[in-house]
Each structure stands twice: as C-alpha cells, then as structure tokens.
C-alpha cells in the first residue's frame, strides 16, 4: 500500500503512465482512428495524386498532419507506425524477459558447474556489439534463404542456378516471415535479465524462510514456483518496461540507417529527410519530421518514465 501511495505521489510517474496509456490506445484503436486503404492496406496511405503534386501538403481536413512527398498521410503512418512499434517492443522485451528469466533462475538454483558454464556464455553474449550482430544475423539470414530455395543444373554450357521458393524447408519459410531485426535484438537482449535473476535468485533462496520450505520437505518445483519465482522477477519487470521504448528506438536507428527492420517511423522520416530544410534554410515543410520525431522521443520518455515508477511500485526494499 505504501509503495501504490510513493507511485502516485509522483508527478513523473503520472506522465508516464499518461504517455504510454496513449501509445497503447493508439496502437489497439489504430483501425478505427485511421482506417487503411482496402487496396492498398498497411502503414502508408496515399492522399493526394503523387503523379500532379511531388512536394509535401501541409495539414488539412483529409490529412490533419500533411502528406509527405509521395502525398502519403503523416498521421496514418503515425498512427500505424504507433503499432507497429508497440509489437515490436512488446515481443522483444517479453521474449528477452523469458528467455532471461529461465536462464537466471536455472543457473542460480543449480550446483556451482553449471551455473558458472551458464553464466559465461552469458558474459560471451554481453560482450557481442549490438550493431554487428545486427549486421552478420542479417547476412547469415541472407544466405540461408538464398541457398536454400536455389536448384542447379546442368547444361551444356555449365551450371545454372534457379531459385524457386518451394524447394526451402517449413522451419526456412518460418524463418522467412519472421523480422530479422527481432530476432537479432532478442538473441542479444536477454543477457541482462539473466544476470539479474540470477543475483535476485542467489540472495532470495539463502533467506530464512526459503530455507524452512526447504527443510520441511517442500518440492524443488514448489519452491521456486511460489517461493523463489514471486519474489524475484520484479526487477526484469522493471527492465523490461524500461527496454520498450529502447529497442523500439534501436529499431527506429537501424532501419533508418539501413541495416535492416521494417518501423514505419524511420521509413517515413527517410523519405522525409530531403525535406527538412526548405529553400532560404527555412523549415517550411516541418510537418514531414517533427510528429514522427516527436512521437519517437515521447515514446521512449514514456517508458522510460513507467519503469522509473514501476521500481517504486515492485521494489520490495521501497516497503
């Protein structure tokens, strides 16, 4: 109770939660506060007539944000975009948060050997820069696709090669449809959530009352289920509100730079960029950047805010 009083005696803890309220309503009611095209369903939602007008519009009654060059809606990519993001984070948090927590929790109640094998390959994982990983998961992605769909024959004049899609594998056609980026932030985020549980976890089982469950005959299973499990996830809980907004804007960075990852958001602010500056260096055409920047920032402020509370809310040393 007096952990809910220090939550909301916060004005910070307020505007996070206001913010990612928002983002999440935005995300859930996306259809209904921008419909999509039925020909053309998706992020991007043309206005105007790209063929007569090859500048940006500014806000009006059909697009209260302006178009974009190619006289796309602004506010439909921000609004889909706000998604899109909101899945992508969610899935690389709670999937890192998982695959973390299991391997925390395992190492920690196991004996010295394996705890101390699990660990380093924890402190290898930490140690691999995020960006090259990015760079070889998408190449190594690449190649297996690639390879996979090739078949090759001989002619008179040497081999021919001939990709066809059919001939891959069901576990590659998986691996097609999944986002490359996801994949290469999860393999790469989860380390410190392991390394946390596995400190919560070696100080909670050494506590009295852990011993006493021990000690009166309780299941292994028993005790870290309701014993040591309970007591010891509210730090990833934390981290993982907190990494949100960071992998949505990690992914935001990499796909605007070009090494992958399908956000709206930086696909928009991409074509946007020919257009911040105007002619006489002035910001005439701001609408093409400035919402889409700022959703960008708040979206993380957002985040970043609710985990700052959610330590005041779960931390048991706050009691």
Same mark, same amino acid.
């Not at 859930?28 to 500048?55: C, T, Y």
């Not at 960006?131 to 696709?145: D, E, P, S, W």
């Not at 093409?288 to 779960?314: A, E, H, M, Q, R």
């Given at each position: 109770?007096?952990?809910?009083?220090?939550?909301?005696?916060?004005?910070?803890?307020?505007?996070?939660?206001?913010?990612?309220?928002?983002?999440?309503?935005?995300?859930?009611?996306?259809?209904?506060?921008?419909?999509?095209?039925?020909?053309?369903?998706?992020?991007?939602?043309?206005?105007?007539?790209?063929?007569?007008?090859?500048?940006?519009?500014?806000?009006?009654?059909?697009?209260?944000?302006?178009?974009?060059?190619?006289?796309?809606?602004?506010?439909?990519?921000?609004?889909?975009?706000?998604? =899109?993001?909101?899945?992508?984070?969610?899935?690389?948090?709670?999937?890192?948060?998982?695959?973390?927590?299991?391997?925390?929790?395992?190492?920690?109640?196991?004996?010295?050997?394996?705890?101390?094998?699990?660990?380093?390959?924890?402190?290898?994982?930490?140690?691999?820069?995020?960006?090259?990983?990015?760079?070889?998961?998408?190449?190594?992605?690449?190649?297996?696709?690639?390879?996979?769909?090739?078949?090759?024959?001989?002619?008179?004049?040497?081999?021919?090669?001939?990709?066809?899609?059919?001939?891959?594998?069901?576990?590659?056609?998986?691996?097609?449809?999944?986002?490359?980026?996801?994949?290469?932030?999860?393999?790469?985020?989860?380390?410190?959530?392991?390394?946390?549980?596995?400190?919560?976890?070696?100080?909670?089982?050494?506590?009295?009352?852990?011993?006493?469950?021990?000690?009166?005959?309780?299941?292994?299973?028993?005790?870290?289920?309701?014993?040591?499990?309970?007591?010891?996830?509210?730090?990833?809980?934390?981290?993982?509100?907190?990494?949100?907004?960071?992998?949505?804007?990690?992914?935001?960075?990499?796909?605007?730079?070009?090494?992958?990852?399908? =956000?709206?958001?930086?696909?928009?602010?991409?074509?946007?960029?020919?257009?911040?500056?105007?002619?006489?260096?002035?910001?005439?055409?701001?609408?093409?950047?400035?919402?889409?920047?700022?959703?960008?920032?708040?979206?993380?402020?957002?985040?970043?805010?609710?985990?700052?509370?959610?330590?005041?809310?779960?931390?048991?040393?706050?009691?």
């Amino acid at each position: 109770m007096r952990n809910t009083r220090r939550f909301f005696s916060k004005w910070h803890n307020w505007l996070g939660l206001f913010l990612v309220s928002v983002f999440l309503f935005m995300a859930v009611a996306a259809p209904m506060l921008s419909p999509q095209d039925p020909e053309n369903p998706g992020s991007v939602k043309i206005i105007g007539n790209p063929l007569r007008e090859r500048q940006p519009q500014p806000p009006s009654a059909e697009a209260p944000l302006g178009t974009f060059s190619n006289q796309s809606s602004v506010y439909h990519t921000l609004i889909w975009g706000t998604r =899109s993001a909101v899945f992508f984070g969610f899935s690389v948090a709670l999937v890192s948060m998982t695959l973390g927590v299991i391997i925390g929790t395992v190492s920690a109640y196991s004996n010295r050997w394996i705890n101390d094998l699990l660990m380093r390959i924890t402190d290898a994982f930490l140690a691999f820069p995020m960006i090259a990983g990015v760079v070889m998961f998408r190449q190594v992605v690449t190649i297996l696709l690639t390879n996979a769909g090739v078949q090759r024959f001989m002619t008179a004049s040497g081999t021919v090669s001939i990709f066809s899609p059919e001939n891959m594998s069901p576990g590659l056609v998986f691996l097609q449809k999944l986002d490359p980026l996801m994949l290469t932030f999860i393999l790469l985020s989860w380390m410190p959530y392991a390394r946390i549980m596995n400190s919560v976890v070696h100080r909670v089982k050494s506590l009295e009352y852990i011993e006493a469950a021990r000690i009166s005959g309780s299941r292994r299973s028993k005790i870290i289920f309701k014993h040591i499990f309970p007591n010891s996830i509210s730090p990833a809980i934390i981290m993982a509100a907190r990494d949100i907004g960071g992998t949505v804007i990690l992914q935001t960075t990499f796909s605007f730079v070009g090494l992958g990852g399908n =956000s709206p958001w930086a696909q928009s602010l991409v074509s946007a960029r020919d257009w911040i500056i105007g002619l006489g260096g002035q910001f005439d055409f701001w609408w093409v950047f400035l919402p889409i920047t700022l959703t960008i920032v708040l979206f993380g402020i957002g985040w970043n805010l609710l985990g700052d509370g959610l330590n005041d809310l779960l931390n048991p040393r706050n009691r």
